[in-house]
């Protein structure tokens, strides 16, 4: 979420629930696309680890580098950038990802262009993922307390357009194709951080992997992970209970295909 996001990364109920059950477990790689360093972890590091530790290739890819994410003007955002860039990869390692990849575009600065659904796409058709995730670019207020960060919906936005129409169409990007890269079809897209969930995601034996992968993000967590552990529990908690697990993580899933 980056430090100023203001939210304390608790989800609010629903607004609708249904539970359409994917046709089984999910297979496959899957592509994670967030904005900074530290939404993954929040948003979907139960799910994503859990695929992992099933053995599913999981990438992560983070639109902006985060280097505004700090509250002291005299450190060099820059600096703020590289140390940020560190805690994403140790973040994906404690989670199981793949790889995880951080683009250059400055926290705060995102926007839907060309340019950055020509790097999605890129990483769409390279990794050919089953599943992407990314956050829902609709949700803008969670209650009377927070709404969300522009970087969010935006990158939520760049996801959905990056894997369609562009990823599956030749006719979009299409210098990839001299790079090797062959349009690809994403069959299923989840969407963290929505007020439109329709599935919940047995996360039971991941929340201890979900906290301790955003506690490598400690320059974000001046006051420690106490607070976003509770936080996380509850709402972990709180979704593990419409499905009758212990812990679980809120979706808005959308079966393309
Ligand atoms: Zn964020």
Redesign the pocket.
Known sequence: ??AG?GASGAAPEPAVVEHPEPDGPETGPALAV???P??AE?AAGGTLAKWAAAGREVHLLVLTNGDRGSQDRRVERAEVARVRGEETVEGARVMGLASATVLDVHDGDLDNTIEIRAEVVRAIRRIRPATVVSCDPTAWFFENRYYN?S??RTAGAVALDALFPGAGNPHYFSDHLDEGLEPHDVPAVWLGWTLEANHHEDITGFLDTKVAALAAHASQLADGIAFFEEELGKEAASAGERIGVRHAETFRVLALR
């Open positions: 979420m980056s996001d967030f904005a900074h530290d939404d929040i960060h970087d969010h």
